[in-house]
């Protein structure tokens, strides 16, 4: 079946670093994928979206793009604030999105 | 424009007791709706679907049940809490056929006591 892999966090970076967080996927066809993020004691939020191959998603200066290749759809953020420590979560899309599987979260941690 | 709402936002309930959790949705017609578990330190579980009124699909086997009495109403329910039901319960809908993904309701922490 569908599954999501992420690395594990907690990650902490300090403030205006780099982030990367990793997301690689199986599945069959050719699914949407997405990040979504979780701040604290809230709901998830959709952040970002690629619907097809070298597709880039972005919002709030993060950016991810779908590789088929090699079935990853990483996160990137050139220089991270502390408003962006949350937990982020990969997901594809698949089945004519009726059913959305998750990668099992990363949490991002900035220090000032 | 579409809003979910999910209630309510934090429960304390002792073990054996029922449970009910509400989520409905506002401004779109016929959505999928979804209840998701989200355990401390953990990722998401999807607990049930549902692609239209008598159309209910449950992912894993437990104490919990879910009903659609109207269109865009869903309703997670227990007739007895385990402490392990304990969690961070969140509702979610989607459109049939869009990749628009999922829009996520604020959750519902319940802590079995």
């Known amino acids: 079946g569908d599954s999501v892999t992420q690395m594990e966090g907690p990650v902490t970076l300090s403030e205006e670093a780099f982030l990367t967080i990793n997301c690689t996927y199986t599945?069959?066809?050719?699914?949407?994928l997405f990040w979504y993020v979780q701040y604290p004691g809230e709901g998830l939020q959709l952040l970002l979206k690629?619907?097809?191959?070298?597709d880039k998603g972005s919002n709030k200066g993060f950016e991810a793009t779908y590789r088929k290749e090699t079935t990853s759809f990483h996160l990137e953020k050139g220089s991270v604030q502390v408003s962006d420590s949350a937990v982020y979560f990969c997901?594809?899309?698949?089945?004519?999105?009726?059913?959305?599987?998750f990668g099992t979260g990363t949490k991002l941690q900035v220090i000032p | 424009s579409q809003t979910i709402h999910q209630w309510p936002a934090t429960l304390v309930q002792p073990v054996g007791s029922p449970l009910s959790l509400e989520c409905t949705v506002e401004g779109t017609s016929n959505p999928n709706l979804y209840w998701y578990r989200q355990a401390a330190g953990r990722g998401l579980q999807l607990l049930f679907y549902?692609?239209?009124?008598?159309?209910i699909s449950s992912e894993v086997p437990q104490n919990l049940s879910a009903s659609r009495p109207q269109d865009r109403q869903f309703i997670l329910s227990s007739k007895k809490l385990l402490l392990s039901d304990s969690g961070f319960y969140l509702c979610a809908w989607s459109l049939m056929g869009t990749d628009y993904g999922y829009t996520f309701g604020s959750g519902t922490r319940l802590t079995v006591v």
């Open positions: 549902s692609i239209g009124i008598d159309q």
């Open positions: 599945a069959t066809g050719y699914p949407s």
């Open positions: 690629a619907t097809k191959a070298d």
């Open positions: 997901a594809l899309s698949n089945k004519g999105y009726q059913k959305v599987t």
